[in-house]
T-cell receptor, first 115, second 116 residues
Framework: EAQVTQNPRYLITVTGKKLTVTCSQN?????MSWYRQDPGLGLRQIYY???????DKGDVPEGYKVSRKEKRNFPLILESPSPNQTSLYFC??????????????FGAGTRLSVL | AQTVTQSQPEMSVQEAETVTLSCTYD???????LFWYKQPPSRQMILVIR??????QNATENRFSVNFQKAAKSFSLKISDSQLGDTAMYFC?????????????FGSGTQLTVLP
């Protein structure tokens, strides 16, 4: 089954304790992206990657890091989480080929609370 | 930069009735995509429908259809024969496929409740 898998689904942590949210896709997609969802703001892009070792900032990158060492994986790293990073996070992936390149497939989301 | 506006934070509709969700956007691009995503209580983001800006014909997917007015920069979603399972947050989104970020720009969402 084609899917984007995020782990964990729920995470409660404390300020300053480094954490990583993993994202993996099995569709051989070149493009991967992270979004955060906050009430009244919709989803906003944090970082994206066009391919292995190619990453760039989205609209709200402060306080986050990403890496793309393998095509299927795109982890989101919070090196020193703060309460304003409490949010719902989504990973998404997409093909860059002509056929379906406009459609992004989303993971199930990770609910993060930073105390 | 593109912006997407959903001016109806909440809406409700009786089961089996028809409801229309509004969305407007602002862009200087001529080629782009528009989407409606559904987010039920499970929080999963589910693609409902997609519209390519160069196509004049409005997209339809079963009970879901759009009214795409390119000149007015309007993209509304019509849900016919509403069902209880349609209760969800609905997001309108824009994408410029030629942009390097391929970023989806989302509206703030409309919470739709289908009443029995």
């Amino acid at each position: 089954e084609a899917q984007v898998t995020q782990n964990p689904r729920y995470l409660i942590t404390v300020t300053g304790k480094k954490l990583t949210v993993t994202c993996s896709q099995n569709m051989n997609h070149e493009y991967m992206s992270w979004y955060r969802q906050d009430p009244g703001l919709g989803l906003r892009q944090i970082y994206y990657s066009m391919n292995v070792e190619v990453t760039d900032k989205g609209d709200v990158p402060e306080g986050y890091k990403v890496s793309r060492k393998e095509k299927r994986n795109f982890p989101l790293i919070l090196e020193s989480p703060s309460p304003n990073q409490t949010s719902l996070y989504f990973c998404a992936s997409s093909s860059l080929g002509l056929a379906g390149s406009s459609i992004q497939y989303f993971g199930a989301g990770t609910r993060l609370s930073v105390l | 930069a593109q912006t997407v506006t959903q001016s109806q934070p909440e809406m409700s509709v009786q089961e089996a009735e028809t409801v229309t969700l509004s969305c407007t956007y602002d862009t200087s691009e001529n080629n782009y995509y528009l989407f409606w995503y559904k987010q039920p209580p499970s929080r999963q983001m589910i693609l409902v429908i997609r519209q390519e800006a160069y196509k004049q014909q409005n997209a339809t997917e079963n009970r879901f259809s759009v009214n795409f007015q390119k000149a007015a920069k309007s993209f509304s979603l019509k849900i016919s024969d509403s069902q209880l399972g349609d209760t969800a947050m609905y997001f309108c989104a824009f994408m410029n496929p030629t942009g390097s970020a391929r970023q989806l720009t989302f509206g703030s969402g409309t919470q739709l409740t289908v009443l029995p």
